[in-house]
């Protein structure tokens, strides 16, 4: 009966907050980002390629269908040289092959952002040693 009872709640807090939100600016929205469109579902890739390098292949596919790229910092191309190391570089350089593909596409770049996971020292992290 309780999480009923929050369930509600919420769902009144919800509508009294966008109606309150609403109130005098329907006329000014949010900005969308080029390309964005409600009548397709955002899709956004979060994952990692330990073994190497994205291929340009791979790039391409990625930009082709996510609009939001997001890198496993502590294993991204963890295994291309060097070896363990640089992830961040590695990262970068992953993201602007992800933005190149776009661009030769002719799409709209994703987003790219890159995951760092800070509880656990990462050797892979070349700012673990500084």
Known sequence: M?????????????ASALSAAGAGVAARAAPMPAGYSW??????WFSANATSQLSPEAAARIAAR??????????????????????????IAGGKMIRAAADKLGIPRPSVLAYFNSIVGWTAYDFETW
Do not use: C, D, R, W
């Open 39 to 44: 009548a397709t579902l955002p899709v956004h």
């Open 66 to 91: 996510h609009s939001l790229v997001i890198f496993n910092g502590q294993s991204h191309a963890y295994q291309a040289a060097p070896f363990g190391k640089n992830s961040e570089g590695k990262m």
């Open 2 to 14: 309780q999480l009923l009872q929050l369930q509600v709640a919420l769902m009144s807090l919800g």
